[in-house]
């Protein structure tokens, strides 16, 4: 096979993987998922100091009791990075009218 022949199927075969990578990368990015690293021992042994996460955002209406969340409480841990926990206890917040009065809700009768 002569040397033009090879570069013409390297580039066949390199041009669509590329193309397939790029593709990969843009989606990627757009798509919410992002990375972390797990700091403290505090999830063992789900996850061991120093593994890496991919977490999604999401809304609090979609977390379930036994989650892991990843969240910022700089009031709370004073330093801005993320905090991982899982989830225990999910508490309804009182819903209030447009003048920040307490609602009536099922359970108030």
Do not use: C, H
């Amino acid at each position: 096979m002569g040397t033009v022949r090879k570069l013409a199927v390297t580039a066949w075969v390199l041009g669509p993987l590329g193309l397939v990578l790029v593709i990969g990368a843009v989606w990627w990015l757009r798509s919410g998922f992002q990375g972390a690293t797990v700091p403290s021992e505090s999830m063992s042994p789900t996850y061991a100091v120093g593994d890496r996460v991919i977490f999604e955002g999401v809304g609090g209406g979609e977390i379930r009791r036994g989650d892991v969340v990843l969240y910022t409480a700089p009031e709370r841990f004073r330093f801005g990075s993320g905090v991982m926990q899982r989830v225990a206890v999910l508490r309804e917040r009182p819903r209030r009218d447009g003048a920040g009065r307490r609602r009536a809700g099922p359970a108030d009768g």
